[in-house]
C-alpha cells in the first residue's frame, strides 16, 4: 500500500478535518483574544465557518464540496443520536417538556407560513421563476440550524430549484447573526435594567449541559474499554441500525408503492437524523429495561461525554455547513433572501417573547433570550445568550432547551412531511400553508389551554 501523500484516498478526509480543526482553533483564539469578537457572541464553530468560506470563496483554499456536505449531513445526525442515547430524569417530563417542545415546533410552524407568503407572492409577481416552496427552508435554516438547511435545501435542488442548498445555508448564516446580534442588543439592555456588570462568556459548544461525569451505578473508569470508546462504539452502532432501518423501509417502499416511494424516499434520507433519534431512544429503552431485570447491571451512557460527541459533531456540521455555502448560487436570490432573514428574525422575536410571557412567567426572560438564541441560530446560540444573564444556570430555561428539543421531534413530525409534499403542486402549496395554520392553532390552544365555550342550558 501506498502512504504517500499521492494516495490521496488514504490522507485527504485527515488533511480536510485538521484545516477544519485549525481554523476551530483559531476561531478560538480570536474569541478570547479580540474584543469585539467576543462581545459579537458569536458561537467559535459559526466563526470557524465563516473564516472557511472567506477562504474557499477567495480560491486560497480548496476544500471540495462533497467532503463539506458529507461532514455537514452525517454531523447532524451523530450529534442528535448521541444526544437521543443519553438517560433522562423524571423531573424533567411530562406536561413541561411537552409544552416546550410544542413552543419550538409553532415558531416552526409561524416561520414557514410566513416564508411560504413571501416566496408564493414573489412568485407570482416579480419573480415568476422563483421556486415557490422555497420559503420552508426559512424554519429550516433558521430553526434547525445548518444541518437541516443543507438537507432540505439539496432535496429542493432535486426537485428544481437551483441554488437551493445555498440558500438554505445561507439563511441560516444569517439566522446566527440575527441570535447574536438581536440577542446581544436585548441582553444588554436586560443587563443594564437589572444593574448587572458585563461577564466575559465564552462560546461552548451545541450540546452543553450542566452534567456530571459520572452518575450513580456506571461502568467504572478501571473498565478493560474505554469510556469514550463505549459512548462512541453507542453512537455508531445506532447510526448503523439507524442506516439499515432507512433502507429497509425504502426498500420495502419501493417495492409495495413505488410512486409514493419518489416522496417518501428523500424525506427519510434527508431527515435522517429523525430515524436516528427514533433508534437511539428506543436502544436508550432497551438498556433501561434490561437494567431494571437485572440482566445487566451497569448504566453504559455517560451524559457527559455523549454531551461531549453531540458538541464535536456539532461544531464540525456548522464549520462545514457554513463553508459549503455558494455565494454564485444567490446571485438571482437575494432579495427573498434578504426579505425571509429579516421577516424571519422578526417574527420569531415577538412571538417567542409573547409566548415565553405566558408560558414560564416565572423566568419570562431568560426563556425569551434562550429560546430566541436557538430558533435563529443553534442550542448554542440560545446558551451563550442565556449565560448572559443567568451564567449559574439558577432558572430551568437552560434544561426547557434541550428538554424542548427532544419533544419536538414528535410535535414536528407531520411538519416533515408537508415539506416534501409541498413543492409537489401549486395546489399541494397551498394545502400546505393551510395545514400549518391549523396546526398552529392546534399547538396555541394545547400551550395556552385554549378550550371551546359551552353552549348554556336553557332553562
Same mark, same amino acid.
Given at each position: 500500500?501506498?502512504?504517500?501523500?499521492?494516495?490521496?484516498?488514504? #490522507?485527504?478526509?485527515?488533511?480536510?478535518?485538521?484545516?477544519?480543526?485549525?481554523?476551530?482553533?483559531?476561531?478560538?483564539?480570536?474569541?478570547?483574544?479580540?474584543?469585539?469578537?467576543?462581545?459579537? !457572541?458569536?458561537?467559535?464553530?459559526?466563526?470557524?465557518?465563516?473564516?472557511?468560506?472567506?477562504?474557499?470563496?477567495?480560491?486560497?483554499?480548496?476544500?471540495?464540496?462533497?467532503?463539506?456536505?458529507?461532514?455537514?449531513?452525517?454531523?447532524?445526525? !451523530?450529534?442528535?443520536?448521541?444526544?437521543? =442515547?443519553?438517560?433522562?430524569?423524571?423531573?424533567?417530563?411530562?406536561?413541561?417538556?411537552?409544552?416546550?417542545?410544542?413552543?419550538?415546533?409553532?415558531?416552526?410552524?409561524?416561520?414557514?407560513?410566513? @416564508?411560504?407568503?413571501?416566496?408564493?407572492?414573489?412568485?407570482?409577481?416579480?419573480?415568476?421563476?422563483?421556486?415557490?416552496?422555497?420559503?420552508? &427552508?426559512?424554519?429550516?435554516?433558521?430553526?434547525?440550524?445548518? @444541518?437541516?438547511?443543507?438537507?432540505?435545501?439539496?432535496?429542493?435542488?432535486?426537485?428544481?430549484? %437551483? @441554488?437551493?442548498?445555498?440558500?438554505?445555508?445561507?439563511?441560516?448564516?444569517?439566522?446566527?447573526?440575527?441570535?447574536?446580534?438581536?440577542?446581544? #442588543?436585548?441582553?444588554?439592555?436586560?443587563?443594564?435594567?437589572?444593574?448587572?456588570?458585563?461577564?466575559?462568556?465564552?462560546?461552548?459548544? +451545541?450540546?452543553?449541559?450542566?452534567?456530571?461525569?459520572?452518575?450513580?451505578?456506571?461502568?467504572? &473508569?478501571?473498565?478493560?474499554?474505554?469510556?469514550?470508546?463505549?459512548?462512541?462504539?453507542?453512537?455508531?452502532?445506532?447510526?448503523?441500525?439507524?442506516?439499515?432501518?432507512?433502507?429497509?423501509?425504502?426498500?420495502?417502499?419501493?417495492?409495495?408503492?413505488?410512486?409514493?416511494?419518489?416522496?417518501?424516499?428523500?424525506?427519510?434520507?434527508?431527515?435522517?437524523?429523525?430515524? @436516528?433519534?427514533?433508534?437511539?431512544?428506543?436502544?436508550? /429503552?432497551?438498556?433501561?429495561?434490561?437494567?431494571?431485570?437485572?440482566?445487566?447491571?451497569?448504566?453504559?451512557?455517560?451524559?457527559?461525554?455523549?454531551?461531549?460527541?453531540?458538541?464535536?459533531?456539532?461544531?464540525?456540521?456548522?464549520?462545514?455547513?457554513?463553508? /459549503?455555502?455558494?455565494?454564485?448560487?444567490? $446571485? +438571482?436570490?437575494?432579495?427573498?433572501?434578504? %426579505?425571509?432573514?429579516?421577516?424571519?428574525?422578526?417574527?420569531?422575536?415577538?412571538?417567542?417573547? #409573547?409566548?415565553?410571557?405566558?408560558?414560564? *412567567?416565572?423566568?419570562?426572560?431568560?426563556?425569551?433570550?434562550?429560546?430566541?438564541?436557538?430558533?435563529?441560530?443553534?442550542? $448554542?446560540?440560545?446558551?451563550?445568550?442565556?449565560?448572559?444573564?443567568? *451564567? !449559574?444556570?439558577?432558572?430551568?430555561?437552560?434544561?426547557?432547551?434541550?428538554?424542548?428539543?427532544?419533544?419536538?421531534?414528535?410535535?414536528?413530525?407531520?411538519?416533515? &412531511?408537508?415539506?416534501?409534499?409541498?413543492?409537489?403542486?401549486? =395546489?399541494?402549496?397551498?394545502?400546505?400553508?393551510?395545514?400549518?395554520?391549523?396546526?398552529?392553532?392546534?399547538?396555541?390552544?394545547?400551550?395556552?389551554? #385554549?378550550?371551546?365555550?359551552?353552549?348554556?342550558?336553557?332553562?
Amino acid at each position: 500500500m501506498d502512504y504517500s501523500a499521492a494516495n490521496t484516498g488514504l #490522507w485527504n478526509a485527515f488533511v480536510y478535518l485538521g484545516v477544519i480543526a485549525g481554523l476551530l482553533l483559531l476561531g478560538n483564539a480570536l474569541n478570547r483574544k479580540v474584543r469585539i469578537v467576543r462581545n459579537s !457572541l458569536l458561537p467559535v464553530s459559526a466563526l470557524a465557518g465563516f473564516l472557511l468560506l472567506i477562504l474557499r470563496n477567495t480560491g486560497l483554499m480548496n476544500i471540495p464540496m462533497e467532503i463539506l456536505e458529507m461532514i455537514t449531513y452525517h454531523g447532524i445526525a !451523530l450529534g442528535f443520536i448521541a444526544l437521543s =442515547l443519553r438517560t433522562t430524569k423524571e423531573a424533567v417530563s411530562g406536561s413541561y417538556a411537552m409544552k416546550s417542545g410544542a413552543l419550538i415546533v409553532s415558531t416552526y410552524l409561524i416561520q414557514g407560513v410566513v @416564508g411560504l407568503v413571501v416566496t408564493v407572492l414573489l412568485g407570482i409577481t416579480v419573480m415568476p421563476g422563483l421556486f415557490k416552496a422555497a420559503g420552508l &427552508l426559512l424554519p429550516m435554516a433558521y430553526g434547525q440550524g445548518p @444541518g437541516q438547511a443543507n438537507n432540505v435545501g439539496s432535496s429542493y435542488e432535486a426537485l428544481g430549484f %437551483i @441554488g437551493g442548498r445555498s440558500f438554505g445555508l445561507s439563511l441560516a448564516a444569517a439566522g446566527y447573526l440575527s441570535a447574536c446580534l438581536v440577542g446581544l #442588543w436585548y441582553t444588554r439592555r436586560l443587563m443594564k435594567r437589572r444593574g448587572l456588570d458585563h461577564r466575559d462568556v465564552s462560546a461552548v459548544s +451545541g450540546s452543553v449541559t450542566v452534567d456530571i461525569f459520572q452518575d450513580e451505578n456506571e461502568v467504572p &473508569l478501571e473498565e478493560s474499554i474505554d469510556r469514550f470508546s463505549t459512548q462512541v462504539a453507542l453512537v455508531l452502532v445506532t447510526y448503523l441500525a439507524t442506516f439499515l432501518v432507512t433502507l429497509g423501509i425504502t426498500t420495502l417502499v419501493e417495492q409495495l408503492a413505488p410512486g409514493f416511494a419518489r416522496t417518501l424516499s428523500p424525506l427519510l434520507w434527508g431527515f435522517n437524523f429523525i430515524t @436516528g433519534s427514533a433508534v437511539a431512544i428506543g436502544f436508550r /429503552s432497551v438498556l433501561g429495561k434490561l437494567r431494571k431485570k437485572k440482566i445487566i447491571n451497569r448504566q453504559y451512557q455517560n451524559n457527559y461525554l455523549l454531551n461531549r460527541i453531540s458538541g464535536l459533531a456539532f461544531d464540525l456540521m456548522i464549520v462545514a455547513g457554513i463553508a /459549503s455555502i455558494n455565494m454564485e448560487d444567490l $446571485s +438571482g436570490l437575494l432579495a427573498p433572501f434578504l %426579505i425571509l432573514a429579516v421577516l424571519g428574525a422578526v417574527v420569531t422575536y415577538f412571538y417567542a417573547r #409573547w409566548m415565553c410571557r405566558r408560558l414560564t *412567567p416565572d423566568f419570562a426572560e431568560e426563556s425569551f433570550v434562550a429560546m430566541y438564541g436557538m430558533l435563529t441560530g443553534t442550542i $448554542s446560540s440560545g446558551i451563550l445568550l442565556l449565560r448572559q444573564i443567568d *451564567p !449559574l444556570y439558577k432558572t430551568p430555561a437552560a434544561d426547557q432547551l434541550v428538554i424542548g428539543s427532544g419533544t419536538a421531534i414528535l410535535f414536528g413530525a407531520p411538519m416533515l &412531511l408537508l415539506i416534501g409534499f409541498a413543492p409537489q403542486s401549486d =395546489l399541494l402549496l397551498g394545502l400546505t400553508i393551510v395545514l400549518c395554520v391549523l396546526y398552529l392553532a392546534l399547538l396555541l390552544a394545547y400551550m395556552l389551554g #385554549w378550550r371551546p365555550k359551552r353552549a348554556k342550558k336553557a332553562v
